[in-house]
Nanobody, 120 residues
Framework: QVQLVESGGGLVQPGGSLSLSCAAS????????MGWYRQAPGKVRELVAT???????NYADSVKGRFTISRDNAKRTVYLHLNSLKPEDTAVYYCNAGFYRDSYYPYNYWGQGTQVTVSS
């Protein structure tokens, strides 16, 4: 079992930056791959970025070069740094614990989400 709590969302102007955090408790954090998803109103939840237990990262094309995922296993925390934000990045952002094979597979461990709004 893993419990996840996101923080760091807010309102930011286009071109601005935000940093999201996801604190984990429960099971062995370092053994999980971690992912950040987002869901905009009326849209399906989409995978934004992932990081393996070994630190290898992967990004959706829509955020590549703008977002950075990282993790600190000692702090049991995964981060998502959002730069050059666009209005279309507006969504609720969720972190997830999962595993990696040929791609990322989510376990049913989700945080409550944090709202990111990009607007002038």
């Amino acid at each position: 079992q893993v419990q996840l709590v996101e923080s760091g969302g807010g309102l930011v102007q286009p071109g601005g930056s935000l940093s999201l955090s996801c604190a984990a408790s429960g099971s062995i954090f370092s053994s999980y791959a971690m992912g950040w998803y987002r869901q905009a109103p009326g849209k399906v939840r989409e995978l934004v970025a992932t990081i393996t237990s070994g630190g290898r990262t992967n990004y959706a094309d829509s955020v590549k070069g703008r977002f950075t995922i990282s993790r600190d296993n000692a702090k049991r925390t995964v981060y998502l740094h959002l730069n050059s934000l666009k209005p279309e990045d507006t969504a609720v952002y969720y972190c997830n614990a999962g595993f990696y094979r040929d791609s990322y597979y989510p376990y049913n461990y989700w945080g409550q989400g944090t709202q990111v709004t990009v607007s002038s």
